[in-house]
């Protein structure tokens, strides 16, 4: 069972149907909690999240093209990644790990001076 559907259908001119995928275009681009017009004082709030699946659908028969253009997303709260300093800070803590403890008194260079004199 579906938490909740909405269906709107209606007539629209190639300027207003053009108007309205540029207000959904919109509300993708800015993410987070969107808001569109749907007309007839009708207003659906959507949160839109950074990452989608999408499907575009084309049918031409009986004398008509009908185009649907999908997007899906999860109603799950987003996982949250480590940040790049946090992850580059493991990964060198790894490494360090990985080439054993630095010796006392070594130089890192390999050179070895000598005495003179």
């Known amino acids: 069972m579906k938490d909740l559907k909405f269906e ?7 300027i207003e149907a053009a108007d309205r995928l540029a207000a959904l ?8 909690e969107a808001e569109l017009e749907l007309g007839s ?4 709030s959507l949160r839109i999240p950074d990452d989608l ?6 049918e031409v028969g009986d004398g008509e093209i009908e185009l649907e253009i999908e997007f899906k997303w ?11 300093p946090a992850a580059a800070t493991e ?3 790894a490494a360090r790990k990985k080439s054993g ?16 004199g």
């Open 74 to 84: 999860s109603t799950a709260p987003a996982r949250t990644a480590p940040s790049r």
């Open 53 to 58: 699946r999408t499907e575009v659908e084309v």
């Open 101 to 116: 403890p630095a010796k006392p008194g070594g130089r890192g260079t390999g050179a070895r001076r000598g005495k003179t």
């Open 8 to 14: 709107q259908k209606s007539s629209l001119s190639r």
């Open 41 to 44: 004082g009708t207003t659906l």
């Open 91 to 93: 990964k060198a803590t």
């Open 25 to 32: 275009a919109a509300a993708l681009r800015d993410g987070g």
